[in-house]
């Protein structure tokens, strides 16, 4: 396998990925990704969930961003765990982890404070989106957030939409290059007044 090396600075921070052919945006961070990571909204503490996570940029950014925190990433891809493990270890980051699976298998039996993600918009809405969209309830706090980077041109106000239909809110929390970064709170019933 041919490997990469990126040096970023992202979010104040300079960092080091490991990238490889098969892995998204393998030659530069794009700027879903780096819009994303330098506008996520994160918790004081508790669990954070970068779900598609890639080689690893978001949740290494938010675990190094806030040590309090504790990171997953997950991906479908087996290339892409590995480069995130990597990663982890190269940019001295001890608390997060990498698992691997699709969407929430891996986390099952975890509530997050805060999900994000960077989806894959050619994988589908039916297949990936949409479930990952509706299925973030089930795996958020009360208060908890999920939040998508997605580029305006290729669905964005559609993915604004989906997400207010399965939070009863969304809301464009920066803009950029042609990305919109979407943001849902799960609100419960007895906070609405009902």
Same mark, same amino acid.
């Given at each position: 396998?041919?490997?990469?090396?990126?040096?970023?600075?992202?979010?104040?921070?300079?960092?080091?990925?490991?990238?490889?052919?098969?892995?998204?945006?393998?030659?530069?961070i794009d700027a879903g990704t780096k819009l994303l990571a330098e506008c996520m909204r994160l918790p004081k503490s508790g669990f954070v969930l970068d779900?598609?996570?890639?080689?690893? %940029?978001?949740?290494?950014?938010?675990?190094?961003?806030? %040590? =309090?925190?504790?990171?997953?990433?997950?991906?479908?891809?087996?290339?892409?765990?590995?480069?995130?493990?990597?990663?982890?270890?190269? #940019?001295?980051?001890?608390?997060?982890?990498?698992?691997?699976?699709?969407?929430?298998? %891996?986390?099952?039996?975890?509530?997050?404070?805060?999900?994000?993600?960077?989806? %894959?918009?050619?994988?589908?809405? =039916? #297949?990936?989106?949409?479930?990952?969209?509706?299925?973030?309830?089930?795996?958020?706090?009360?208060?908890?957030?999920?939040q998508l980077v997605v580029r305006t041109g290729s669905g964005g106000k559609r993915i604004g939409q989906i997400m207010k239909?399965?939070?009863?809110?969304?809301?464009?929390?920066?803009?950029?290059?042609?990305?919109?970064?979407?943001?849902?709170?799960?609100?419960?019933?007895?906070?609405?007044?009902?």
């Amino acid at each position: 396998m041919q490997l990469g090396l990126l040096r970023v600075y992202l979010r104040g921070l300079y960092l080091e990925f490991l990238t490889a052919p098969s892995v998204f945006s393998k030659k530069k961070i794009d700027a879903g990704t780096k819009l994303l990571a330098e506008c996520m909204r994160l918790p004081k503490s508790g669990f954070v969930l970068d779900l598609g996570c890639g080689y690893g %940029p978001v949740g290494i950014v938010a675990a190094i961003s806030n %040590p =309090k925190l504790h990171v997953i990433m997950t991906d479908i891809n087996e290339r892409a765990v590995w480069l995130t493990r990597q990663n982890v270890k190269r #940019n001295n980051v001890h608390n997060a982890e990498v698992r691997y699976g699709f969407l929430y298998e %891996p986390v099952e039996d975890i509530k997050f404070q805060t999900i994000l993600s960077n989806p %894959p918009l050619t994988a589908g809405l =039916k #297949n990936v989106i949409i479930p990952l969209i509706c299925q973030a309830k089930d795996h958020l706090t009360k208060d908890g957030s999920l939040q998508l980077v997605v580029r305006t041109g290729s669905g964005g106000k559609r993915i604004g939409q989906i997400m207010k239909e399965a939070f009863g809110n969304s809301e464009v929390i920066d803009r950029q290059s042609g990305y919109r970064v979407w943001k849902s709170v799960v609100v419960h019933d007895s906070d609405r007044g009902a």
